[in-house]
């Protein structure tokens, strides 16, 4: 009797550095599942896959050269059943020497979930349309042409100035438009932003880390991170981070929110001066 051998695509990993987005194509990669290393096949350009691996629930270590250790827990129930993927941003270390000098903010918060952040200066595009029944948005650059979204995630900034929306972006539709994973929370505004997010870390203890690459331009960024299942956004200049402190809950100033107000675009889609 002849036996039939096949084989099945158990997870998809993407690395990528979270400061830039751009996929980490470092080769010397160690993969540790339930603290056991493990080889998956590589297959480009930062991305692995794990073949007839089996699809039970573990924890997964990253170590790469350059970079942070990356722990996150790997839940199928969350995960797409025919191609399971999961994203790994990798922090670079604060002693790597590729691109610009790094800026970064860590401690320790109980309870603290989970940490991101997106600079309201740096605009990727503007969406102008949504429709909430097959999850489009539509989008549109600064100069007009064709936008390419090469990133996952991104956020919107709510009207009132003070926190940001994050979206995450399935595929693309049209050249103007893409489908979102989720529907959106809030009514879209005309002409609102995209920034794209950069991700933290969180250990079970409490410690975090998130760290900016300083370009010379503005890092100043709009932290989001959740604590005991409470959301909360503060705005932290990442040359300035030594008085910081995640564990106050931040309070709104009005002056302070009008001068950060000046920094998002305006409804015609430029940025307000």
């Known amino acids: 009797m002849a036996s039939v051998f096949g084989s099945r695509l158990d997870l998809l990993v993407r690395l990528i550095d ?9 080769s010397n990669v160690l993969f540790l599942r339930d603290g056991r290393e493990v080889r998956p096949e590589r297959k480009g350009r930062g991305t692995y896959i794990f073949i007839n691996s089996g699809r039970e629930d573990f924890l997964m ?23 399971p993927e999961c994203n790994v941003f990798l922090i670079p270390s604060e002693n790597t020497s590729k691109g610009e000098k790094l800026l970064g903010l860590s401690g320790n918060l109980p ?13 990727i595009c503007f969406a102008n349309e949504y429709d909430p029944k097959e999850l489009k948005l539509g989008i549109f650059g600064q100069m007009g042409g064709r936008v390419y979204l090469y990133d996952t995630f991104y956020g919107i900034p709510d009207a009132d100035r003070g926190s940001y929306e994050r979206i995450e972006v399935l595929d693309e539709i ?17 002409n609102s932003p995209l920034m794209r997010v950069v991700f933290g ?5 409490g410690d975090y880390c998130i760290r900016v690459r300083d370009d010379g331009k503005d890092v100043k960024y709009l932290l989001r991170y959740t604590v005991g299942g409470e959301v909360r956004f503060k705005t932290v200049d990442f040359r300035d981070v030594e008085d910081v402190d995640l564990s106050v809950v931040p309070e709104i100033d009005p002056e302070v929110e009008a001068e950060e107000s000046s920094e998002i675009p305006d409804n015609d889609g430029k940025v307000g001066e």
């Open 174 to 190: 049209t050249p103007q438009s893409v489908r979102l994973r989720d529907p959106l929370e809030k009514e879209l505004a005309p």
């Open 61 to 83: 270590r990253v170590r790469v050269k350059g970079f942070d250790e990356y722990e996150t827990s790997v839940s199928y129930e969350g995960l797409d059943p025919s191609i």
């Open 18 to 26: 979270t400061t830039t987005g751009a996929a980490v194509e470092e």
């Open 201 to 205: 870390s969180v250990k079970e203890n």
């Open 111 to 123: 309870f603290l979930e989970s940490l991101e952040a997106v600079n309201l200066s740096r605009i």
